[in-house]
């Protein structure tokens, strides 16, 4: 890490270091980058400032005590790391969650991922390639969502809302309302965003074409969720693997999964993941919408499963749930103790920065900023 | 296609000594999964893989788990069909000694990292993998820190892993001491 530039033995070739502290890097993490002039001839992640151990923590907490460590693999889409955990327990010990709370955690996990995919990856993307204004716009929509959520669980960012069988709390009186007014002013937002920069010509210019990636590369490195679709896979946990509310939602709604057609370029371009993120926004206030609409149906009270006074599962469970950057997958191994014997959390930043050593070679060394905003990587998910 | 089928199947082809151990008990057995043989892991994996009954595109998860009392480590595969939606999970028991199995970085991508990622944490060596490193912690660290017998080292290059708790730090909440 001491040495910023060395120049090798040829005179063409220059070894970069770009990160740890790098402002495009999204949190902690480093590239070294081969370049020929601007040209990258290889750029190799380096992953780990943030690797905390989350797995081995886990094999030291109680089944519940273990909820709160779940918000840091994904400090800005925490509410899906809770699910995540909660499903694979609820999975291991077939616990039921009560409809409400289900409903409950719909309205959270869609709150949560308009504020991961408009509020941060959106206003970044747009940001690392050079277009400053619309950032505060997204942090501005991001910061109701944070005062949303603040109100529901009590906290802006590790929200440890939800619990095995349900959910921690119940949502406030008169939120509901206040939710949905928000609505109503985000789906004006939308269109507006559009206007300010997804169809802004020198955006498109900078994004459309560039760092494609096919479906067959896609699902070969196991990308997952929004990068996923954008190269044309139609696959999303929640219409396929439904878990929790979504299938009657999704069915009412009559929802299709968003996935890159290459109208600026080609199919599993920078653009397109930009384009799939601002649809799934607008397809979480659809589903928001329906879920308020849902949980009239379920009057206020059991928000939480019937859980056994001791948790000490034996057996081993997979869960996943489709969070902000795509399916993320926890197992838990139980031993009859009261602490899981395995734990492990399978996330989709971390897959996706496996192709980028293979998807450099020849790009500018701007268009790794590029293409490192527009798969939405958050560090600590890399690293857990 | 249910786990029993595709268990039976690998087994047809494959020979009860390289596909067995089936868990498919509806009461128990939340994911079902069976074992497999290292030595036909990479051959197991890409009939999974190119087999149409199968077509497993899609490996979920590699999970490596340090079993002591066993002297094994197991290595989960949790694989899942983008088509047929369906998964498979398969295990290896590896000797704890000296765990060593066959990349399948050659058949899945998204394999070269996972196992980096189990190389790094649990030891597991898998033999051909293009560039098993240590992916999370530095390349010197020692031990493998998600085996179960792991003693975390004092320091790393002088930084202490422990810190002092602030209460007796800073005698917090206790009387002064008397000069």
Redesign the interface.
């Known amino acids: 890490m001491t040495e910023v530039i060395i120049a090798s033995e040829s005179d063409e070739e220059m070894r970069l270091n770009m990160g740890p502290h790098h402002p495009s890097t999204h949190g902690v993490l480093r590239f070294i980058v081969q370049t020929d002039g601007e040209i990258i001839r290889k750029a190799s992640p380096d992953?780990?400032y943030l690797?905390r151990?989350i797995?081995?923590i886990g094999e030291r907490c109680t089944y519940q005590g273990f909820m709160p460590y779940t918000d840091r693999v994904d400090y800005l889409a925490a509410m899906f790391a809770n699910e995540s955990w909660a499903m694979a327990c609820e999975?291991?010990m077939q616990i039921e969650v009560p409809k409400r709370a289900q409903l409950l955690r719909v309205i959270s996990c869609e709150l949560n991922r308009i504020a991961s995919h408009f509020g941060v990856s959106l206003g970044t993307t747009a940001m690392d390639v050079g277009a400053v204004t619309p950032f505060p716009y997204a942090l501005r929509e991001r910061e109701y969502i944070n005062d949303f959520i603040e109100e529901l669980c009590g906290a802006r960012l590790t929200y440890n809302y939800h619990r095995i069988g349900g959910v921690s709390i119940d949502m406030p009186a008169g939120w509901e309302a206040k939710v949905i007014a928000w609505l109503d002013h985000f789906e004006k937002v939308l269109p507006e965003w559009d206007r300010l920069i997804t169809f802004n010509r020198i955006f498109v210019e900078r994004m459309a074409n560039v760092a494609v990636i096919t479906g067959a590369e896609a699902?070969?490195?196991?990308l997952v969720g929004p990068n996923l679709r954008a190269s044309g896979?139609k696959?999303d946990v929640r219409w396929?693997?439904a878990y929790s509310a979504y299938p009657e939602l999704i069915r009412k709604l009559g929802l299709e999964i968003p996935v890159g057609v290459g109208q600026m370029g080609t199919v599993g371009d920078c653009w397109d993941r930009f384009w799939v993120r601002i649809e799934e926004c607008r397809q979480s206030v659809a589903l928001l919408r329906a879920a308020f609409e849902e949980i009239k149906q379920y009057p206020e009270g059991d928000i939480c499963g019937k859980l056994p006074k001791k948790l000490r599962p034996e057996?081993?469970?997979?869960a996943?749930v489709e969070s902000a950057r795509g399916?993320l997958?926890c197992?838990v191994?139980g031993a009859g103790k009261d602490e899981p014997?395995?734990v492990?959390f399978?996330t989709g930043s971390?897959?996706v920065?496996?192709?980028i050593e293979?998807k450099s070679p020849g790009l500018f060394l701007a268009d790794l900023v590029a293409l490192i905003a527009s798969i939405d990587v958050v560090a600590p998910e890399i690293?857990r | 296609m249910l786990p029993k089928e595709v268990f039976e199947a690998l087994q047809a082809e494959h020979g009860p000594d390289a596909v067995f151990d089936l868990h498919d008990d509806a009461a128990k057995d939340r994911d079902p999964w069976f074992q497999v043989a290292p030595a036909a892991l990479v051959a197991v994996c890409e009939k999974l893989k190119t087999d149409p009954r199968f077509s497993i595109d899609y490996l979920e998860c590699l999970t490596g788990v340090d079993y002591p009392a066993k002297a094994q480590i197991h290595v989960v595969y949790h694989l899942w069909s983008y088509s047929l939606l369906h998964r498979v999970v398969l295990k290896v028991a590896l000797p704890r000694d000296e765990p060593k199995v066959a990349t399948l970085s050659t058949v899945w991508s998204v394999a070269n990292w996972h196992e980096r990622e189990c190389f790094d944490l649990l030891g597991v060596h898998f033999e051909g993998h293009p560039d098993l490193r240590r992916l999370l912690l530095p390349d010197d660290w020692e031990g493998y820190p998600l085996r179960k017998d792991y003693a975390e080292k004092a320091d790393y290059h002088g930084i202490p892993t422990t810190r002092p708790n602030p209460l007796d730090l800073f005698q917090i909440g206790k009387a002064p001491a008397k000069a």
């Open positions: 992953v780990g690797h151990s797995e081995k999975k291991l699902v070969d490195f196991g896979v696959w396929y693997d057996g081993e469970a997979y996943r399916d997958g197992y191994i014997y395995r492990r399978r971390f897959n920065m496996g192709i293979s690293d």
